[in-house]
């Protein structure tokens, strides 16, 4: 018998919620300001302060439930075992990995004197159990369930949504927006991933504030992404610079959240092309020269991914070879 997906995201315990609120409260802060000095916008002008004007206002909500398209994903009744081996994921890749270094250890005891009270396992058992791990890996990713789920929907862990039935084009306007951050999906993922929910809820508030400070965020001169503009863009330009601008602040704050960084990237291969965009401007590219390709896209209107990239060859070309 099929098991919803629904389903199982009604069943995660309710405690997560609680733990996505306090990454909410604790960390939104922390990562703002990383954003900020990654790509030097801000969400309230000098202008906007002097007049006592609000600037741009993004509240975080953390939701139950889930989005509607999720309704109907459904997944076969075997699954169950998939879900127990992603509880287990963390410990199968330690095992995995450890195999090749406890092999040394027991040949350098085997040379020590009593090498049989020190070193009694044989080599064939560690590899016994570092092939089982690689494995049941091995099962774990051809049949990841996030990989199904992304098919359907893209954002599906937390949302940035925005008011952009207004036709003005005036690119200093602020718009209404808001973040979703919807704690039971977080928590079946962070399942599949054996990763805390914690790392998992960081990343999605990163990514999503990514999306608000890239359209809502004013350069120096006072100018944002227009709403109407930026919901006519690419959908691989816009989650391309999230997820850039993710990447950049993760690993600034590594020391300070390590599993996210980790979670981030185990969860890249797994996204849709538009979430990989990103990968070229990091090999390739300086941070100065994402930034002025960003902010040119924003002022002209552009929407195209070939549009930005254009303009990163060049404002790279102007700045030299990246160091």
Request: a positive charge.
């Amino acid at each position: 018998m099929a098991i919803k997906l629904t389903d199982l995201i009604a069943q995660v315990p309710r405690e997560v919620e609680t733990k996505v609120q306090r990454v909410r409260d604790d960390a939104r802060s922390t990562l703002q300001d990383a954003l900020r000095a990654e790509c030097r916008l801000v969400m309230r002008t000098q202008e906007e302060t002097e007049q006592r004007r609000q600037g741009a206002q993004v509240p975080v909500e953390v939701a139950a439930g889930h989005p509607l398209v999720l309704k109907n994903i459904e997944f076969p009744a075997d699954i169950a075992r998939i879900l127990l081996l992603g509880r287990y994921r963390r410990p199968l890749e330690h095992a995995r990995d450890c195999i090749p270094q406890l092999l040394k250890l027991r040949d350098n005891l085997r040379g020590l004197p009593e090498p049989d009270k020190w070193a009694p396992t044989g080599a064939s058992e560690l590899l016994l159990v570092g092939n089982w791990a690689t494995q049941l890996l091995k099962v774990l990713n051809e049949h990841d369930p996030l990989k199904k789920v992304l098919l359907v929907s893209e954002d599906f862990l937390g949302v940035y949504e925005y008011d952009a039935r207004d036709l003005f084009e005036d690119q200093q306007a602020v718009n209404r927006a808001s973040i979703k951050l919807y704690w039971g999906v977080i928590g079946l993922v962070s399942q599949w991933l054996g990763c805390a929910v914690e790392d998992l809820a960081i990343v999605v508030l990163t990514h999503e504030l990514a999306h608000a400070y890239t359209q809502l965020g004013a350069d120096i001169e006072g100018r944002r992404w227009a709403a109407p503009a930026f919901a006519r863009a690419a959908t691989a330009l816009k989650e391309g610079l999230a997820q850039y601008y993710t990447d950049r602040v993760l690993n600034r704050l590594e020391r300070r959240y390590p599993g996210a960084l980790k979670v981030f990237l185990r969860m890249l291969p797994s996204q849709p092309d538009a979430y990989r965009s990103h990968l070229p401007w990091i090999k390739k590219s300086s941070p100065e020269a994402v930034r002025r390709a960003m902010l040119e896209v924003r002022r002209r209107g552009e929407g195209k991914l070939e549009d930005f990239n254009k303009r990163l060859h060049v404002a790279q070309e102007d700045l030299g070879p990246q160091r």
